[in-house]
């Protein structure tokens, strides 16, 4: 359920910016228009409000990224669908998104060894100690999503990539090979932006606003299991969990 701002965004003293007014209009078009419709030419729309184009240009561009707008060169400006919302929970990136309708899929980036690291203590290892480095790109419907960062000691996990080629659930191939239970995890949110190589492998541009999210997740002894960066499009996904007293 997405609710708007109090009072639409407009401040106490009543004076917003002339584009903040055509980004407003602009919504009720494309509440109209509908998921998928084309967005009417700039020089219209300009012409429509009364505006200039470099103003009407500042209230899509805005509403690209928030998402509710998808350019495509050559082609012209879309309504967005929806962004996809995703439960804060221990599960399979694959699962959650096949309950909301979407065809997961992931394209693998980069296998490596690498010295733990910082991540030593975070993963009980010394700073020497070797953890597998799985970089993948997460995929909605063959669109990119995220940039996943995946890192397990090699110790614990001998042989990890026998017979797994990265693409499917890294959570259920940990399960069946390892007889793991994710029991807990720790997880922090925070606002970024991509760099540029991650822009490029989002196929989206650095000033995108992204959310990053860094978890540990352990077993039921409390022994961490992973340590996990991903990185996703600000403008696709957003998260929900269910909070109690």
């Known amino acids: 359920m997405t609710v708007e701002a109090v009072r639409g965004g407009v401040p106490e003293h009543g004076r917003v910016p002339k584009y903040y007014v055509v980004k407003s209009q602009l919504l009720n078009l494309l509440a109209e228009l509908g998921e998928g419709a084309l967005l009417p030419a700039e020089r219209d729309l300009a012409a429509a409000y009364g505006v200039a184009r470099s103003t009407l240009r500042q209230a899509i561009s805005e509403l690209t990224m928030e998402g509710r707008l998808r350019a495509y060169r050559g082609r012209g400006t879309f309504v967005a669908p929806p962004k996809l919302v995703q439960p804060l929970a221990l599960r399979s990136y694959t699962e959650a998104l096949r309950e909301m309708g979407r065809n997961p899929s992931r394209r693998v980036v980069t296998v490596e060894t690498v010295p733990a690291a910082a991540l030593g203590p975070e993963l009980g290892l010394s700073p020497t100690d070797e953890v597998l480095h799985l970089e ?93 960066r991903s990185l996703y499009r600000g403008d696709r996904i957003g998260f929900e969990t269910h909070l109690r007293a």
């Open 136 to 228: 993948r790109v997460l995929l909605a419907d063959d669109e990119p999503l995220g940039l996943e960062s995946t890192y397990l000691p090699v110790a614990r996990f001998p042989g990890l990539m026998d017979g797994y080629d990265g693409t499917g659930s890294l959570y259920q191939h940990m399960m069946d090979r390892y007889a793991l239970t994710y029991a807990s995890a720790v997880e922090r949110i925070e606002t970024v932006l991509a760099s540029p190589r991650e822009a490029m492998l989002l196929d989206t541009n650095p000033a995108q606003p992204m959310l990053l999210m860094q978890r540990v997740s352990s077993d039921a002894s409390g022994r961490p299991i992973e340590r996990v």
